[in-house]
């Protein structure tokens, strides 16, 4: 585990080599039009992982509100970018990182600033961090000197 | 994501805009112009119809948020309709239910807030 780990889990520890039991990698444009391939990916892996189809579901919201982070954020002055998604089954759910090689992503400040955000024009945006943090059971974020930003949603049955 | 806007039948003042797909920043961004246009047009305000939406991330509630203060700066109210849970309960998780008038149809919709 690198030292710019940043366990947001609430409670939980964030476990060594996230991606080491991957079931299943799908490698995209950081592009808006990709989001929704994402989407039904994230269904279907849901499914398989034995989620039911309501927690699937506010799966997939969240994971679009990840990527849409990547997509908005990552990549600025219009750089073409990537952004990996791996699924990983655990043993009462589904663990969906969003990696790429953007810009530095600090969750936990940007928590905040969306909570500044929210707090002043709920037009404004920060609603994305928060559909986040309620629509999944713990969250993970590291920076990896090779892979990049490494965001990990994890989804209970 | 599509747009579709009409006249209500049940109030010729009041336009329906069905919204119908996924609600996401793709459709956000694109959608935004023809939301805002069918607010300007309306002579007494608009009704979402949210039936055939089956996806809305925070990018869509942005979307509608502005929409809404439009029309509160208009003086115009806005309604949304046959929402599904689904997509509910991403109003009810941002704590955004209480922002907007949700109503079950068209009709109750018009007897609440045009008559």
Sequence with gaps: MSESDNDLARGETAQPGCDSHSFGTLRVPARPSY????????????????LSEEQSQELEVAVDEACTNVVRHAFPDGADGEMTVVF???DDGLEVTIQDRGVPFGPEEGTKIAHEKRSRDPASGGMGLLLIDRLTDAVRYCRDP????RFTLIKRK | MAVDVKASELNADVRVVQLSGRLDMEAADADTPALRQALEQSPAGVIIDMEAVEFISSSGLRMLIAGYQSAQEAGKPMALVRAQPSVYKIFKVSALDAMFRFFDDEAQAIRTLWQ
């Design chain 1, 146 to 149: 090779r892979e990049g930003n």
């Design chain 1, 88 to 90: 990983r089954p655990t």
């Design chain 1, 35 to 50: 989001l929704e391939l994402v989407g039904t990916v994230v269904r279907w892996f849901g499914r398989r992982a034995g």
